[in-house]
């Protein structure tokens, strides 16, 4: 009896969680096809997509371990030991990710990182990447992929036994799926969008900034931010808000943005020589979170990273969160095999709950980076964190390094936190009580 050929899937998206959702496929043994809008970024830069620096810690190291590719990757990266704050005034002050030399988070080039994840999935033998093919729709009970040559116009069908939707935020795939009756979908817009400026490196390609860290300049309300390159520059992000009196849209003249950066970001404005150049080029742009489910349509079609569970980027887990999908779901494939159906319903059960509650600790994350970082309560929360930790290394883990420097899901990391604070504050009131009581004991003999 001949072998059953292996399945065939198509890879919708060549993005960071399309590039490596094909490796591993393509290194189980399955025919892969990836089809992905844009040009081959490894040939061509135009339309080369977003190009904000990534933070890969441990989530996506370990993702990248499993297929070999993570010592390529760190060789690539800035390993950050923690935050620089900038102070209105131009002070400085450094917190530490973490309470181990090994805490660091990793500055990595998305368009870097994108390419080197191309080329392994090529070398896998089992992975055909198609270029400049637009997905115009999916049927979804025949896993057929109607792509749109970008160039000609000219239209065709991908037929497959299963596809992956890994095409982003504004995913086609999951826009089908949307159309299928009690399909939950949730978007929502913060008021803030992101605009890319540059800083660029001094002379000798010297880092003009502390190049192990994150540098954020919070300003309440809104926040620079600046990562390191490899060759000496930093990728700077203000996210501010898009409309009002006080937005993004009220600079509209070169004096506006002159004028602006020098009174809030006084120190940056020396380092950015282009910055009138990189606010008139640089579009700004939105950022969402998008919720929805189910993530599968029986064992044809399932969606990962951003189609499924787009989130805001400021707890540096957008590509962490992606990669880890990859990893659960082949584990998840190879362990019921070839059993797809309940493959894709594990992986939805494994991680629905649990990109969810990352989705909310990304948004208390910017209000804590642009408005409590440079506080003394949040900075004796942390020290009191890091304390208790050191103390009670196995009871007492802070969220942060949970969630940045392991791999305890983020929903039962949310849930530890928390009681862990409450087990504090009861510890702490223990005292107040006892003495309270005393004092009433005391006043009662009299």
Known sequence: MAAARPAKFT?????????????????????VEVHERRADPRVSQQDGGRSINLAI???????????????EILRMAIPMRGRMMHSLHGELAFQPYGTEAAHVINSVSRADLNIALLNAAEKTGNVRLVFGKRCAGVDLDTATVSVTDVDTGKKSTVRADAVVGADGAFSVVRQQMQRLDRFDYEQAYLEHGYKELTIPAGPDGRFLLERHALHIWPRGGFMLIALPNRDGSFTATLFWPLEGEDSAASLRTEADVRRYFAEMFPDAVPLMPALIEDWFRNPAGTLVTIRCRPWHYRDKVVLLGDAGHAVLPFYGQGANAAFEDCLVLSECLAAHAPDREQAFARFQALRKRNTDALADLSLANFVE??????????????????????????????????????????????????RQWRIVKLAAAAPVAAGLSLLLWRRSRR
Do not use: C, N, Q, W
Request: charged residues 20%; proline residues 3%.
């Open 11 to 31: 890879v919708v998206g060549a993005g960071l969680g399309g590039a490596l959702m094909a490796i591993y496929l393509g290194r189980a043994g399955y025919e």
């Open 57 to 71: 810690s441990t989530r996506g190291i370990e993702s990248l371990a499993a297929v070999g590719l993570a010592d």
């Open 369 to 418: 980076m642009r408005d409590h970082t440079a506080s003394r309560t949040f900075l004796l929360a942390r020290r009191l964190e890091k304390g208790l930790h050191r103390l009670f290394p196995a009871r007492f883990v802070p969220l942060y390094t949970m969630v940045t420097f392991s791999r305890t899901p983020y929903a039962e990391a949310v849930e530890r936190a928390r």
